[in-house]
C-alpha cells in the first residue's frame, strides 16, 4: 500500500510557472502509475496528467500538452507536476492518485490511492 502527500501549491499569476511533487511512500514506486487530477469548485475531477508504470510512459489532457510536464524520480519516490503558463480558470485543487500496474490512466475511479491535495490559485 502506497501513501501520497502533494505539496507545492499555491498563489501564482497568469501566465506563471509552478511545480507540484507528490511524494510517496510505502509499496514498490516502481509498479504505479500515478496521476494527477484537479478539481475546481463545483466541477468534477479531471485528468491532468499522468506517469505510467510501464515504461515510463506519460500522457497529458490535451489542454495541458505542451504547457504541463510531469516526470519521475525513482530514487526519491516522487512524481513532479511542471506547470507553465497557468490560466485564471486553472485554480483548483491539485490531487496525485497511484495505483499499481494501471494501463487505464484517464479515469480517476481506476486509482485506489490519493493523497490529500494542494491547493493552486492563479489569479489574473
Known amino acids: 500500500q502506497v501513501q501520497l502527500v502533494e505539496s507545492g501549491g499555491g498563489l501564482v499569476q497568469s501566465g506563471g510557472s509552478l511545480r507540484l511533487s507528490c511524494a510517496a511512500s510505502?509499496?514498490?514506486?516502481?509498479?504505479?502509475?500515478v496521476g494527477w487530477f484537479r478539481q475546481a469548485p463545483g466541477k468534477e475531477r479531471e485528468f491532468v496528467a499522468a506517469?505510467?508504470?510501464?515504461?515510463?510512459?506519460?500522457n497529458y489532457a490535451d489542454s495541458m500538452k505542451g504547457r504541463f510536464a510531469i516526470t519521475r524520480d525513482g530514487a526519491k519516490k516522487t512524481v513532479f507536476l511542471q506547470m507553465n503558463n497557468l490560466k485564471p480558470e486553472e485554480t483548483a485543487a491539485y490531487y496525485c492518485?497511484?495505483?499499481?500496474?494501471?494501463?487505464?490512466?484517464?479515469?480517476?475511479?481506476?486509482?485506489?490511492?490519493w493523497g490529500q491535495g494542494t491547493h493552486l490559485t492563479v489569479s489574473s
Open positions: 510505502g509499496g514498490t514506486f516502481n509498479i504505479y502509475t
Open positions: 492518485a497511484a495505483d499499481p500496474f494501471l494501463d487505464v490512466y484517464y479515469y480517476a475511479d481506476k486509482y485506489d490511492y
Open positions: 506517469s505510467r508504470w510501464r515504461g515510463g510512459t506519460t
